[in-house]
């Protein structure tokens, strides 16, 4: 059962892939559809989620070892990145605050109770590093997944084409921005762009994550003491 389900979602994921191809659409990308077709195949067999996860066991391990592997293309680019190492970090700093303070923001003005705030800091790092986020401030990890899926769905959806309509052509700009913003979603979206795009993307994926591990639970201390 344990393969059954693995063996369904990469199929799944596969036909994603070929829909997205042939309809040449952002908006309908593989995850999305991929998506679609799972909840619908387990809301009509009407098999439980929490079945659906355990038996995603093998998958669900690949997430961790999934992040690391983009360690290749960063390593690919580091001569680039030595050069322009300055401009990075403050980019990277600034996102981190940004996608924290925005969570922050939002969960003050629609009044959402301190379990909520914890579970929405962390949106824009990967799943593996958000649920471990989320589970150390005392948040929802399960809610905290949902988060980061829209997140990074969002972002691999519209990311281009919002940066392409503000002007942004710069393909380190462009990477960036979608890995500290949409994470392993975005940065694959990246990767179809260019290697050098997707390579960026893997550094703020990387790095956001990593700053995102050491100030989330500052953040999410000052803001209850600020507001709660």
Known sequence: MIYLFSILTIFAFLAGQQVSKKLRSNVLNPFLIALVIVVALLYFVDIPYQSYYQG?????????????????????????????????????????????FTGVFFAVILGAHQDILATIIPKSVSTPIAIAIAGQIGGSSAITAVGVMIAG????????????????????????????????????????????????????????????????????????????
């Open 56 to 100: 995603n066991f093998p998958l669900n391990n690949l997430l961790g070892i999934s992040v690391v592997a983009l360690a290749l293309p960063f390593y690919e680019q580091l001569p680039q990145i030595r050069k322009k190492w300055k401009p990075i970090v403050a980019v990277l700093l600034f996102s981190t605050f940004v996608t924290m």
């Open 153 to 228: 769905l969002l972002g691999s959806v519209f990311g281009f084409s919002i940066l392409h309509w503000l002007g942004v052509r710069n393909v380190r700009a462009i990477g960036l921005t979608m890995g500290s913003v949409s994470h392993a979603l975005g940065t694959g979206r990246c990767m179809e762009y260019s290697v050098k795009t997707g390579s960026y993307s893997s550094i703020a994926l990387v790095a956001c994550g990593v700053l995102s591990s050491i100030f989330a639970p500052v953040m999410y201390k000052l803001a209850v003491m600020l507001f709660y």
